[in-house]
């Protein structure tokens, strides 16, 4: 069973803080990581993607992939109102036509 | 870059009816497209893996007479509801594969089951 596993929330941060979302998964296999964030009643957007050990940044956001504990994350500094919205994960499989395994989903909220 | 469409992006139909929902690839080929139903409140969950020319790859308890998916080009996929029931209403998302592994998610089409 290849799994994504994330915490459901809801994490709360205030405006302005650095929000941190943390994804977990089982398949050793997997070689490409996602984040996407899902505003209520949409479909999901692509916002981050790492493929390799170390951290990306991409504006205010930073993803963090760590292979070895089979660990990914992704902070969200100067967090905005806009911000809230559920957060998917995904983990790539190489072998199997791209084919991704998402998290459920944590639910983000940022207080003004 | 990288958009996808679909449509309808919301459709009410009677029970018994049939009814097919196109994703479109519009600036990229996709080789690959995926289909995801979603119920509120819940995650997304994978129905099939379509590849253009071949036939969808489906996902375990996912009925493929009941599903039926036609990825006829590069740029399009569809996928027919058929003999739609109540239980099948639910918010449908495509998706296409884009050239580093990413997936490029459509709008979605909300199905409304009466």
């Known amino acids: 069973q290849k799994e994504v596993e994330q915490n459901s929330g809801p994490l709360s941060v205030p405006e302005g803080a650095i929000a941190s979302l943390n994804c977990t998964y089982s398949?050793?296999?997997?070689?490409?990581f996602f984040w996407y964030r899902q505003y209520s009643g949409k479909s999901p957007e692509l916002i981050m993607s790492?493929?390799?050990?170390g951290d990306k940044e991409d504006g205010r956001f930073t993803a963090q992939l760590n292979k070895a504990s089979q660990y990914v994350s992704l902070l969200i500094r100067d967090s905005q109102p806009s911000d809230s919205a559920t957060y998917l994960c995904a983990a790539g499989s190489l072998y199997n036509f791209n084919k991704f395994y998402f998290g459920s989903g944590t639910k983000l909220n940022v207080k003004p | 870059g990288a958009v996808v469409s679909q449509h309808p992006s919301w459709v009410i139909c009677k029970s018994g009816t049939s009814v097919k929902i196109e994703c479109r690839s519009l600036?990229?080929?996709?080789?690959?497209m995926f289909w995801y139903r979603q119920f509120p409140k819940q995650s997304l969950m994978l129905m099939a893996t379509?590849?253009?020319?071949?036939?969808?790859?489906?996902e375990q308890g996912v009925e493929k007479d009941k599903f039926l998916i036609n990825h006829a080009s590069l740029t399009l996929s569809t996928l027919t509801v058929t003999s739609a029931h109540p239980e099948d209403s639910s918010f449908y998302i495509c998706?296409?594969?884009?050239?580093?592994?990413?997936?490029?998610f459509g709008p979605g089409t909300r199905l409304t089951v009466t």
């Open positions: 379509s590849n253009e020319g071949s036939k969808a790859t489906y």
């Open positions: 998706s296409a594969g884009g050239s580093l592994y990413e997936q490029y």
């Open positions: 600036d990229f080929q996709a080789t690959t």
């Open positions: 790492i493929y390799s050990n």
């Open positions: 398949d050793r296999g997997s070689q490409s």
